[in-house]
């Protein structure tokens, strides 16, 4: 059974500062690693997307992936209220000969003005 | 370009009715994945289509189906509705299937209500 771990939350943090979101998965054959964005009442939205260990910058996105440690996680830099939503890690790989997008249950990040 | 569109965005059906949900990929998108979300379990696959074949599937029984048309184009079927199908579901698209390294962007999902 391939599982996801997130830290439920909520991650409160003020704005301007950063937010860092953890994310571990069970499965050492996996392959490719996903964060996704959810407001509430809305569907997932794609943020970032890693596939070799090591650090991916987009904007003031950052994912990290540790293969050995079977370790991702995405900061958040400068954290606007913009960004306080629901934060889903994702991980796709194969199990019981089925491969798929595993999500953790997410993280919910609050940023107080 | 256009994302991913699916209808009804909203429905209500009793206990033991059936429904069928759409999904159209975005342009040039070959794979479709379908995923149930509910406050309790998250967000949990149901299966993936590519070239109008089931290419995986997920832990749900059978009385969740789906099939994909030629024109990439999918439906989701559930028979027999149980409360406990009351969830929001989601379509995504991606280029085409087999690698992780392809992305998948979600529709706006339809919330499924069962009574």
């Known amino acids: 059974q391939k599982e996801v771990e997130q830290n439920s939350g909520p991650l409160s943090v003020p704005e301007g500062a950063i937010a860092s979101l953890n994310c571990t998965y069970s499965d050492r054959g996996s392959q490719s690693f996903f964060w996704y964005r959810q407001y509430s009442g809305k569907s997932p939205e794609l943020i970032m997307s890693i596939y070799s260990n090591g650090d991916k910058e987009d904007g003031r996105f950052t994912a990290q992936l540790n293969k050995a440690s079977q370790y991702v996680s995405l900061l958040i830099r400068d954290s606007q209220p913009s960004d306080s939503a629901t934060y889903l890690c994702?991980?796709?790989?194969?199990?019981?000969?089925?491969?798929?997008?595993?999500f953790g249950k997410g993280t919910k990040l609050s940023v107080i003005p | 370009k256009a994302g991913v569109t699916q209808t009804p965005r909203y429905l209500i059906k009793t206990r033991g009715q059936q429904v069928t949900l759409s999904c159209s990929p975005i342009?040039?998108?070959?794979?479709v994945s379908w995923y149930q979300q509910t406050p309790g379990q998250g967000l949990q696959f149901l299966f993936e289509y590519f070239s109008e074949t089931q290419r995986n599937k997920g832990n749900f029984p059978g009385r969740f189906s789906g099939r994909q048309f030629s024109n990439s184009r999918s439906e989701m079927n559930v028979s027999t509705l149980e409360l406990g199908d009351s969830a929001l579901y989601l379509c995504?698209?991606?280029?085409?299937w087999g690698q992780g390294t392809y992305e998948q962007y979600f529709g706006p999902g339809t919330r499924l209500t069962v009574t």
């Open positions: 342009s040039g998108h070959r794979s």
């Open positions: 994702a991980v796709w790989g194969s199990g019981a000969g089925s491969y798929q997008l595993t």
């Open positions: 995504a698209s991606s280029l085409a």
